[in-house]
Structures are given as C-alpha cells and as structure tokens.
C-alpha cells in the first residue's frame, strides 16, 4: 500500500526528516539493500586480490590500469543524465494519477438532473454511474497488474456487480481488436437519450452538461490508457542504466587503495572501506531506483497507485450519492449567525494563540506616508497641460522638463522670484537658447499672458503696490536712470515649488 509520512513532517522541527530515516517499508533501503551487498563484496573481492595475490609487477599495472578507470569516471555525466530523466519520470508519474477517472462530478450531475422517485428513475440513476463505474474498472483491468489481480476474467467483474449477465454477453458479442473500455460510456449515452424522451432528463441543458461530465470521465479513462501504450522511450531508460553501471563499474576497479609506483613516493591513505564510493553509489543508484519505482505506479511496490482501493471507494460514494442521497434534505433553517453582522467561529484553547494575531491587510498597510504636507496634498490634473518627459527624453525632444510646464514656462518671470533682464526690444530671452522654439508653443505662451494681463487688469489695485511699468516712489530719477526697467509678479499657485533652469536666473 502507499507509504504516506505527511503527518511526521507537517510541523518542521529538530530531526524532523532523520526520523523518517529509520522506516523500512517504502525506504531506499529496500529498495538498494541487494545491489548495494553485491557491490561491497565486489569491491572487497578485488581489493583482496590486489593486497594478497598479485605480485609487484602485477600490481604496478594493476595502478595504471585504476588510475584510468578513476579517470573515466570524470567523462560520464551522471548528474545531467539521472536528473533529467527522474524529473521526467516524476512529471509522468504525477499525470499519471491526475488522470485516474474519478465519478464525483458525474455522480453530482446525475442526481440533480435524472429525476424520478418511482423504482424507473432509481434504476435509471443507479445504471448510468455503474456504466461509469464500470468503464473504469476495464481501463484499470488492462493497465494495472493489482486490479487484474482482483478480476482476472469479465465473470468476476459480473460477480463483483458492475454489470449484468446480459450486459456480459453484449459485451462478448461486440468483436473489436482494440481495447473495449469505451463501450460501457455508449450504453451511458444511449440511457441517457432514452431518459429524456421520457422526461426523466427535463431540458436539453441539462443532458447537455451530463453529455460533458461523461466525456470528461471517458477522457480521463482514455488517457490513462495512453500512458500505459506510451512508454518513455526505451533508448533513454537504457543509456541511464549503462550510464550508472558503468560508472560504478569503474569505480570498482579505479576507487581501489593504491600502492605508490615508486619506493620512495607517498601514497594516499588507505583506509580500507571507500566511504565516498559507497555514498555515491548509495546516491546515484539510488536515484536510478526510484525511476524505476514509480515509471509504472500501476504495479504492486510499496509506493505504487492503490488501485484496488479507489474502486471500491468509487462505487461506494456514486452509489450513495445517486440513490440514498437523491432529494434527501436536511431542512434549511437559520444559521448559527443570522442575526450577527460579523462572523466569528468559535477557537479551542490550543487555537486561542491565533486569535492574537492582527489580520493581514497587504504589505503596504502598516507603511508610514511622507511627513510632508506638502507632497501629500492632491495634484489637480489640466487637460492643457502636456504629457511630462522624463529628463532622458527631454535632452532629445524640444520639451519641457519635469519640473516646469508650458504654462510656467510662459510666466517664469512671474512664478519665481528670479529675474531676467530683457533684451533691447523688450522681450525676454528664451531660456533655452540652442533649442529652436516652437511656434505653437509660443503661441500659446503668448496667449496666456493675455490672459493674465487681462484679468490683473480688471483686479483692483491693492494699497501700497505699484503697476505694472512703474517705479516704486522710494526710487529715485538717478536710481532710475542707472536701473533697467523689470517687470516683478506674484507667484502663481500652479507653478509654486518649479525650479527654473540657469539660464533664467540674472
């Protein structure tokens, strides 16, 4: 039967995995124990007929002749070539499981849409999940040594209840060179279309999702029967066997204690019993063993499918769910929490620790925001604002920087407190003076500083301020003379905290 540990590891603790290594049924230890003997007592064999039997010249070849099987141990990749083909033997044994056709979803459906209390709709129920139950013990008979075991002739599947005398004899009658495991999903069909024109199937919906429910299950039978056709291919299993036993092979002979060649050189240490050897052949080959455990789970080692067991908890369950469960109800009454807005089930004390415990919220939750006011207040989009560049883009394109907009670009003067000295015809400079400008940017800049002027000159004036072009009555005619004339404007609020380029600043 399948060895199952999960509850040794579920919580990790000191030792956790060395405890399991003292288990036999199911270990590598069983697995290995016979190959591993037979190694050790080559091993030791050749080492007592190097030490006791040979004669000086002979063991001076006896070295050269290990010293190049050690070697050639190097050139064969038995990581690369064991890994990969475990990982591939894993996946297709995992696939392998996933596609044992399982009748819960089919039991489902047929008890809510085959209707009938009366002895018809019983049976009718009763015969479309054992046709189903059925197919898959077929499938199941011709690719699993344990349930052949179980019904080695279709007599004992007819002992064993899963179909009829008659159905036995149609079965026999229908001559086909292939496997018959689909025949029990037509007789599945065809019950079902006959149920519906007696209305024991109400609408075309609802035979519909059985018609689905059952070609899934078939899939899955037909899958599985797939797997067994198509083996992993025969080339692959044989170069991973050669590759393993040839290199331990080698090992035999090139992992050997060695005398020196010369009198006078220093040999390795001779400690009798290859500890690294053993490890490596306890690995590798035990790695090659566990391929070959689970390439078929469908046989009868420790870890293998329990085949036999799911079919009598299939029958069970379909069997109870179709029949006893059919429209058997407990009364719907109030819950437990009708009347509470939130939800609590109650905790053990050996839960209670978890109650303690703060909700997760996401990762972001408990993180602090910016102290600063000022960035946390929310930024008001303008639809006449321009996409931002980044300042790598804005090296190329003729652009604006991230830090100032077109319409700040057009009343610097005004958003900062820096000034610039105007040119001769009374314009200011452009404060990029090698980008050629653009017309439609001027243009617009141009705009809006009519419109500002505009609307400072329907304002009224504040007390102690001067106009626009005029001179503060604290300057003097000379300070005058010898000052040139600029123009000094409130910031506006939308280009508060934008810092100018160089090139605007006196």
């Known amino acids: 039967m399948t060895i199952s540990y999960t509850l040794k590891v579920a919580n990790s603790r000191f030792g956790g995995f060395s405890k399991l290594l003292f288990r036999w049924k199911g270990s590598i230890y069983k697995l290995l124990y016979k190959e591993f003997i037979i190694f050790v007592v080559l091993y030791a064999l050749l080492s007592l007929i190097y030490r006791r039997l040979l004669t000086e010249e002979q063991k001076r070849l006896y070295t050269k002749v290990a010293q190049y099987c050690n070697r050639s141990t190097d050139l064969i990749p038995m990581s690369f070539v064991l890994g990969f083909y475990v990982t591939l033997i894993v996946n297709r044994w995992w696939a392998q499981y996933t596609s044992i056709p399982l009748p819960d979803q089919l039991m489902c459906v047929i008890s809510s849409n085959?209707?009938?209390?009366?002895?018809?709709?019983?049976?009718?129920?009763?015969?479309?999940?054992?046709?189903?139950?059925?197919s898959a013990v077929l499938i199941l008979r011709s690719v699993s040594t344990r349930v052949l075991k179980r019904f080695p002739t279709m007599d004992h599947v007819v002992e064993a209840g899963f179909m009829t005398q008659d159905e036995c004899k149609k079965f026999e009658s229908l001559h086909s060179d292939f496997n018959k495991y689909w025949i029990p999903?037509?007789?599945?069909?065809?019950?079902?279309?006959?149920?519906?024109?007696?209305?024991?199937?109400?609408?075309?919906?609802?035979?519909?999702?059985?018609?689905?429910?059952?070609?899934?299950?078939?899939?899955?039978?037909?899958?599985?029967?797939?797997?067994?056709?198509?083996s992993i291919p025969l080339v692959y299993t044989q170069v991973v066997t050669i590759a393993v036993y040839s290199f331990f092979a080698f090992c035999l002979i090139g992992r050997q204690f060695l005398e020196p060649l010369e009198p006078g050189q220093e040999g390795d240490l001779d400690m009798y019993v290859p500890l690294s050897t053993l490890l490596q052949f306890f690995f590798y080959a035990g790695w090659l063993k566990v391929a070959e455990q689970i390439i078929n789970p469908f046989g009868e080692d420790d870890d293998d499918f329990e085949t036999n067991k799911l079919i009598d908890r299939n029958l069970q369950v379909s069997l109870l769910s179709v029949d006893d469960m059919y429209q058997n109800l407990p009364p719907a009454v109030k819950d437990k929490y009708w009347n509470e807005s939130t939800a609590q089930p109650p905790y053990t004390m050996a839960t209670a620790a978890e109650?303690?415990?703060?909700?997760f919220l996401g990762s972001t939750f408990d993180m602090r925001m910016c102290e600063d006011a000022e960035q946390s207040q929310p930024?008001?989009?303008?639809?006449?604002?321009?996409?931002?560049?980044?300042?790598?883009?804005?090296?190329?394109?003729?652009?604006?920087?991230?830090?100032?907009?077109?319409?700040?670009?057009?009343?610097?003067?005004?958003?900062?407190?820096?000034?610039?000295?105007?040119?001769?015809?009374?314009?200011?400079?452009?404060?990029y003076p090698n980008r050629s400008e653009d017309p439609e940017s001027v243009a617009r800049i141009e705009e809006e500083e009519m419109e500002d002027e505009e609307r400072r000159a329907s304002e009224p004036t504040v007390p102690g301020s001067c106009p626009e072009g005029t001179w503060p009555p604290e300057v003097s005619e000379t300070q005058r003379k010898d000052l040139p004339l600029i123009q000094v404007k409130a910031p506006s609020s939308d280009s508060i905290g934008a810092e100018p380029p160089e090139s605007w600043k006196p």
């Open 185 to 230: 999903c037509v007789w599945f069909t065809n019950l079902a279309a006959q149920a519906r024109r007696d209305g024991r199937i109400r609408d075309d919906v609802a035979l519909r999702l059985l018609m689905d429910e059952l070609n899934l299950y078939r899939a899955k039978c037909s899958m599985l029967f797939h797997y067994d056709w198509i």
């Open 355 to 359: 109650t303690l415990k703060p909700s």
């Open 379 to 431: 930024a008001e989009a303008s639809p006449s604002l321009p996409r931002i560049q980044t300042p790598l883009l804005s090296r190329f394109f003729a652009a604006p920087s991230p830090a100032i907009s077109i319409k700040n670009f057009g009343r610097g003067s005004r958003g900062h407190p820096h000034l610039r000295r105007p040119r001769a015809d009374g314009s200011f400079p452009s404060p």
């Open 114 to 134: 085959v209707h009938g209390k009366d002895e018809r709709g019983r049976i009718l129920r009763r015969t479309l999940i054992r046709y189903a139950n059925l």
